[in-house]
């Protein structure tokens, strides 16, 4: 991923306000992420734990949405992030929805996906981080591949939450 400013990520939001986007916490940290290594940037909002955000490259800009996560409910199995495929126990996946773009959302219409709660998927991907046992299943593909897989299933849901 290329990497992004803080005036990328607010202007790259579709699916709330500008002022929204504006007052929503963006993270500090953005000059030292590993950009070679995402696919997307995600974060949590550290004062509102609830609320979370993404942006991912789109053409030759970005697309940005904000999510809110479900409450868990507490769960001793193991749950599949849809995005990377990585497989989390207890809460490590979370039911996260993003309000629609546009009218839609303006009438109350959202989509949901189960998200690695941390956001993380595409340092899980590439073993930078660790899921614990049996949270990376063995897979024939390439990284490449694994990691071309991760960007489709994300585009396929940012295309559901603008269209």
């Avoid at 942006?55 to 409910?73: C, K, Q």
């Avoid at 126990?89 to 979370?94: C, L």
């Avoid at 773009?101 to 590439?126: F, H, I, P, T």
Wanted: glycine share 10%.
């Amino acid at each position: 991923m290329r990497p992004v400013t803080e005036r990328d990520i607010r202007a790259s939001f579709v699916n709330c306000t500008k002022g929204e986007a504006k007052r929503l916490t963006v993270p500090r940290d953005l000059a030292e992420q590993p950009w070679g290594d995402l696919d997307f940037l995600g974060w949590r909002d550290p004062a509102a734990p609830q609320r979370a955000y993404l942006i991912a490259e789109s053409g030759d800009g970005f697309v940005a949405v904000a999510l809110r996560t479900a409450t868990p409910h507490g769960t001793a199995r193991r749950t599949m992030c849809a995005i990377c495929l990585t497989t989390h126990p207890g809460d490590g996946v979370s039911l996260m929805t993003a309000r629609k773009a546009g009218k839609e959302g303006q009438q109350g219409n959202s989509v949901g996906l189960y998200l690695c709660a941390d956001l993380a998927c595409s340092l899980y991907l590439r073993g930078k981080k660790d899921a614990g046992p049996g949270g990376r299943i063995h897979e024939s593909l390439t990284l490449e591949e694994k990691a071309r897989r991760t960007t489709a299933h994300l585009t396929a849901f940012l295309e559901r939450v603008m269209h």
